[in-house]
């Protein structure tokens, strides 16, 4: 299984960005998938997740109401969009996949991640 993700950038606070995760698996339908997040210095947290039936989906406290995430089964992708960017938001992003998943993982396949930084 292959992950790229891919979309980070600078951007300032306040403002969107939209990450995107291609998966080389088939059919992606039968997969959930979750965002994660390392920011320098601390240790990996989930942002969010999308179960493989695309019916639930769960999020972080700390970005509820301001990222979404979506799919695209045909585009073997799955989308973080993030508004309201926040300084705290910078990070690394991680997409990871787990066939039958639930929106809260586990997720044991990994992509590199795609460098996110929110200036204030």
């Known amino acids: 299984v292959q992950l790229q993700a891919s979309g980070g950038g600078l951007v300032e606070a306040g403002g969107s960005l939209t990450l995107s995760c291609t998966a080389s698996i088939q059919p992606f339908s039968q997969y959930g998938a979750g965002w994660f997040r390392q920011a320098p210095g601390k240790g990996r947290e989930f942002v969010g997740g999308v179960s493989w039936s695309g019916s639930a989906t769960n999020y972080a406290d700390s970005v509820k109401g301001r990222f979404a995430i979506s799919r695209d089964n045909a585009e073997n992708t799955v989308y973080l969009q993030m508004h309201s960017l926040r300084p705290e938001d910078t990070g690394v992003y991680y997409c990871?996949?787990?066939?039958?998943?639930?929106?809260?993982?586990?997720?044991?396949?990994w992509g590199k991640g795609t460098q996110v930084t929110v200036s204030s």
């Open positions: 990871a996949t787990e066939k039958y998943g639930a929106s809260t993982g586990p997720f044991r396949n």
